[in-house]
Each structure stands twice: as structure tokens, then as C-alpha cells.
């Protein structure tokens, strides 16, 4: 059972990575991303999408995908993505639109924190990392969610 665990991590962070290579406009590949995140929570558990979601902005940042002004901000979005998966994770149990909700919140405010407090980037990159990725959130949450019905058909996760 671990083996297939870790090779179904091993698909949904390649998946993931192909997603964020595909050269899409950020309008698309964000929410594509967190809409794996909360995929990946649901399918290999809460640990191995914090992983995920941990190595997201650094293949970004390595592929040219996250520019070299955001760099400073890779820790705080390995960790914003880390709390969605972690808040999602938690709450999708009790309602699956309070965890997209509270996880996308979460994330945001952490990353608009971390620009506002924490690290210097330009005024145009902490835009970036504040009301966008509320939106990004929430749409990869809603994407995950129309989702939600074929994955559990094809096994990739298990049925509510």
C-alpha cells in the first residue's frame, strides 16, 4: 500500500508540474495549482500535498515561471500552500465549501501578511501575493469541486 501511496504522490506532483510548465497565463495556472492542491489532499492526505505544495514555487521559481523579485516570497508560498492543504484537509469533513472557504482565507492572509510585514518585494510582485491569490484559491477550490464526482469515479479519491 505505501508504494502505490507514494507512486500516486509521485502522479499528482508530476501532474502538478506539468500544469505549471504548460506556459499558461497566471489567470490559469494558479488556480490549476491549488486545484491540485486540494485534489492531492483529498487523494494521498494532507502530508504528501503539503509536499506538493512545497515544491510548486520552486519549480516555478527554477523554470522562470515565479520571478527573480518574488524569490524572497518562496518560503511564504511553500507555506501558504502548505496551509491550504493542512486547513482544507481538516475542515472537509465537516463541509466541503468551509474548507475551500477557510483553507483559500487562510492562505491569503498569510501570504498578505508575509508582504506586508515580513519580506521586501517590489509594490507589483505584494500585489501579487494578496488579493490574487484569495481568487486563485477559491477557483482552484471550485475547479476541485466540480471535479470532485469523476475523480472518486476513477479511484484517484476515495468516495465522501
Not at 112 to 128: E, H, S, Y
Amino acid at each position: 500500500m505505501r508504494t502505490f501511496s507514494i507512486t500516486k504522490t509521485g502522479l499528482l506532483l508530476a501532474a502538478t508540474i506539468v500544469l505549471q510548465l504548460a506556459g499558461l497565463p497566471q489567470p490559469f495556472t494558479g488556480p490549476a495549482v491549488n486545484m491540485m492542491l486540494y485534489v492531492s489532499t483529498l487523494a494521498v492526505g494532507i502530508g504528501a500535498a503539503v509536499l506538493i505544495g512545497c515544491l510548486t514555487p520552486v519549480v516555478a521559481f527554477t523554470r522562470g515561471i515565479l520571478p527573480p523579485p518574488l524569490a524572497p516570497a518562496i518560503p511564504f508560498i511553500a507555506l501558504g500552500n502548505a496551509v491550504l492543504s493542512v486547513v482544507y484537509g481538516i475542515l472537509y469533513p465537516r463541509s466541503r465549501l468551509l474548507a475551500v472557504l477557510a483553507a483559500s482565507l487562510f492562505k491569503y492572509l498569510l501570504l498578505a501578511g508575509a508582504v506586508r510585514f515580513l519580506i521586501q518585494v517590489p509594490p507589483g510582485a505584494a500585489v501579487a501575493l494578496q488579493t490574487p491569490q484569495l481568487l486563485t484559491a477559491l477557483a482552484g477550490g471550485a475547479l476541485a469541486w466540480l471535479l470532485h464526482r469523476p475523480l472518486q469515479g476513477a479511484g484517484i479519491i476515495e468516495e465522501d
